[in-house]
């Protein structure tokens, strides 16, 4: 295994001590799903923390860098080279209800590239991490993508749009082109994971529409650190600027890009 830098060290520090407040918040989010008032502020507030924690650690660790992160958005005040993209808690809706599957996500970007990924999972206690040209891990364990090359055999993952965003028809005419050719299509509801899962090589390929920096810059990373490729169903490597994108192993990035392609951008009646 490839040692982990002191930045990895550093990032995943900061991770940590965010998901031990997120972990007894999520204790709570269990009990306030039956009170009245329902979870969504405490939920909220928990979101919050987890940023300032988050900020205070990696600014302390390393003065100087800047920051993009959900909550607070864009710090002005970095040295122009290094900066954090962070979101504090990926998963929100799943907190929310109750279901334990949510992340940390931290990358690290410097000069425009993201050269460090970590990806943390409070409840499973997993840390997946990378750094450009040293590879992908889980806590120790080396990552590889999956090797299966054909698309009726793969499960893939997916995120569906929220209420109110634009996309909908166009999303669901990709999901059924290309739920109608493989073994399974997974929405689980962290963008940082589903990449991660893809790294894992439990999810063949992920592709969801118009998501944040800070949902995908550490999961593209792994990914690519594990064997995969990552473009926007174009085919295009910037990926950050639109947020479409096609993760998926070596084999079955070609195919579900053209699957992607041949659906027309049809545009969402008016509601
Ligand atoms: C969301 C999750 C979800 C994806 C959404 C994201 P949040 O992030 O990653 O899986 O479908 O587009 O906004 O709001 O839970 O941080
Ligand atoms: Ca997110
Ligand atoms: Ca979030």
Redesign the pocket.
């Known amino acids: 295994m490839a040692r982990p830098s002191p930045n990895i060290n550093v990032m995943t520090a900061a991770a940590r001590k965010a998901a031990r407040d997120l972990v007894r918040d999520f204790g709570e989010v269990e009990q306030l799903q039956v009170s009245r008032k329902g979870p969504a502020d405490f939920v909220s507030a928990a979101?919050l923390r987890a940023e300032k924690t988050i900020f205070r650690e990696l600014s302390k660790a390393r003065p100087g860098y800047g920051f993009l992160m959900?909550e607070s958005g864009q710090h002005a005040d970095g040295d122009g080279r290094h900066r954090w993209i962070v979101?504090?808690?990926?998963g929100?809706t799943n907190f929310l209800h109750g279901v334990p599957h949510f992340a940390i996500s931290i990358a690290l970007e410097v000069d425009g590239e993201v050269v460090a990924g970590v990806v943390h999972q409070p409840v499973t206690d997993e840390t997946y991490w990378a750094e450009r040209g040293q590879g992908a891990h889980v806590n120790d364990r080396r990552l590889r993508v999956s090797s299966r090359a054909k698309l009726e055999d793969s499960l893939i993952g997916t995120g569906i749009p929220f209420k109110g965003e634009t996309g909908h028809s166009h999303y669901l005419a990709t999901l059924a082109s290309i739920s109608n050719r493989v073994s399974g299509v997974r929405r689980m509801g962290a963008a940082a994971l589903d990449l991660a899962f893809v790294a894992a090589g439990r999810f063949d390929a992920f592709w969801e529409f118009d998501l944040k920096p800070?949902d995908i810059a550490a999961g593209i990373l792994l990914v690519r650190e594990a064997g995969g490729y990552v473009t926007t169903p174009g085919g295009d490597p910037n990926v950050l600027p639109s947020g479409d994108v096609l993760a998926a192993n070596d084999r079955l990035h070609q195919p579900l890009a053209e699957l992607l392609r041949s659906v027309p951008k049809t545009v969402d009646a008016a509601a």
């Open positions: 979101d959900e979101d504090p808690l990926d929100t800070w």
